[in-house]
């Protein structure tokens, strides 16, 4: 194999905030399936990120934690909703700080995509909107729930730096709370947290300003944002740009572009390869917040070949580029590309890593990665 040009674009560092990010390559946050009952991280998660780290990601995003009990999306996750966890997740960073890697956090919280048997009780959500999948009509949230919740996620980015992560990513996307709050679908109220497209992100912005106060200007804070539902109702692109450029002077200081929800039946990962040319199915609307933010974007979505991905960020698209389901196969991948020994991840997009026994690709054994 030819070894890439010299010297790429994705080999390059950037600044995310105030942390240095020495590629252009990110673990987009994945679910391991690896935490204990209560939530507590495992020798599982420290060999995964360690791994990841060794193999060169520049960036790596964590699982969704959850930032309180009733924010629980599935069994194995990860939580950050206690002191006490945090000492059960000091050895990941420190794992990866033996490389160059940096390392965030990302904090969430599942709203109504749950079951009443995980979390003891009636998923809450925005407004009562049934969910069709997972066959929940969740309750509407008081204005004294919304700001306990605002609290909460502070106090997750505060057990994060204590942690001794690099940064924080708050997820709003895929149809998880605060990106039900952002959706008109899912966000039919008629106060001051509903509305108009800045209501329904004002607790998305009262959450990023509680982090700034507490933890200052300096500790990286990023979001995952839907570019689209998938849904005639749901949310916009204009929409989901307003709210990023109201956030930015705030002190956010990146954006990862996804989309979609499990109402939608299409998410982020979607099944089966794609050509070359349907590679990085978000980059397109990524591209579109690069042209209205100066802060940096990440674009995900397929992206399997070096060369596609080293065009979107020397073409000025995005500025990074974000890969779940090729680490999971390849925690090597970004050192494999550097040293020429590959130019396009193995991952079939098969899906099967999704295991809640423990995230692992289910294809390798038939189909071995090149090299």
């Not at 700080?97 to 390392?103: D, L, Q, V």
């Not at 995509?113 to 929940?136: C, Y």
Request: aromatic letters at 6%.
């Amino acid at each position: 194999m030819s070894v890439p040009n010299a010297p790429s674009v994705l080999f390059t560092p950037m600044n995310i905030g105030s942390v240095t990010v020495p590629n252009r390559f990110v673990r987009s946050a994945t679910h391991e399936f690896m935490a204990e009952e209560d939530g507590r991280m495992t020798k599982r998660h420290l060999e995964l990120f360690g791994g990841l780290a060794e193999g060169e990601v520049g960036l790596i995003i964590s699982g969704h934690a959850y930032v309180n009990r009733r924010g629980i999306a599935s069994p194995g996750q990860t939580g950050i909703y206690d002191d006490r966890l945090v000492e059960h997740m000091r050895g990941i960073p420190e794992a990866v700080h033996r490389t160059p890697a940096k390392i965030f956090l990302q904090i969430a919280h599942a709203g109504r995509q749950t079951k009443e048997r995980l979390i003891g009780g009636t998923p809450v959500a925005p407004s009562a909107v049934p969910d069709p999948v997972f066959k929940v009509v969740p309750r509407e949230m008081t204005p004294e729930e919304i700001r306990g919740l605002i609290r909460d996620f502070v106090q997750a980015a505060r057990r994060a730096l204590e942690a001794g992560f690099d940064g924080v990513q708050i997820h709003a996307a895929h149809g998880y709370l605060l990106s039900s709050f952002l959706s008109p679908h899912t966000n039919r109220r008629t106060d001051e947290w509903g509305g108009t497209a800045e209501n329904r992100a004002r607790v998305v912005v009262e959450i990023l300003r509680g982090i700034r106060d507490a933890l200052g200007r300096a500790f990286p804070v990023i979001i995952k944002i839907n570019s689209t539902d998938f849904l005639p109702t749901g949310l916009t692109l204009a929409e989901a740009i307003a709210a990023a450029r109201i956030l930015e002077p705030l002190g956010l200081d990146a954006v990862e572009v996804s989309g979609g929800m499990t109402e939608s039946g299409r998410g982020s990962v979607w099944p089966g390869l794609r050509t070359e040319d349907e590679e990085g199915y978000f980059v397109g609307p990524a591209s579109e917040f690069k042209a209205a933010l100066k802060i940096p974007v990440i674009g995900l979505g397929g992206n399997r070949t070096f060369s596609v991905m080293e065009r979107f960020v020397r073409e000025g698209r995005v500025d990074f580029i974000s890969l779940s389901r090729p680490f999971v196969r390849e925690p090597d991948l970004v050192r494999r590309f550097r040293l020429g020994l590959s130019t396009r991840s193995g991952c079939v997009s098969c899906n099967k890593c999704f295991n809640p026994r423990g995230l692992a690709c289910g294809d390798l054994k038939k189909h071995p990665s090149p090299g």
